[in-house]
């Protein structure tokens, strides 16, 4: 059974920084790419940071320079450095897990962590 798992959000201040965590079970971590997505209320959801499994990253516009995308083959965890964060930062971040291979496309979510950031 494949499990995304995130932890680390909560209630910040604006300009504070918060650290997400996603521990991946049930899949061959290092083969997949992963990805960090938010929805805030009231709007669709969003890319924020990918990293593949080569580690080649790319980020929304919105938080360059801000957010840091990284992961732990070792742990089978991927992780997401916010700084300087923002009020728009606000939202429901999802952790996700993609392989594709010659026979098909595996993707895979986790369940969330709110990130909540007061002005």
């Known amino acids: 059974q494949v499990q995304l798992v995130e932890s680390g959000g909560g209630l910040v201040q604006a300009g504070g920084s918060l650290r997400l965590s996603c521990a991946a079970s049930g899949i061959i971590f290092s083969y997949n790419d992963m990805g960090w997505y938010r929805q805030a209320p009231g709007k669709q959801r969003e890319l924020v940071a990918a990293i593949t499994s080569r580690r080649s990253t790319n980020y929304a516009d919105s938080v360059k320079g801000r957010f840091t995308i990284s992961r732990d083959n070792a742990k089978s965890t991927v992780y997401l450095q916010m700084n300087s964060l923002k009020p728009e930062d606000t939202g429901f971040y999802y952790c996700?897990?993609?392989?594709?291979?010659?026979?098909?496309?595996?993707?895979?979510w986790g369940q969330g962590t709110q990130v909540t950031v007061a002005s």
């Open positions: 996700n897990a993609i392989r594709t291979t010659p026979y098909g496309r595996r993707e895979y």
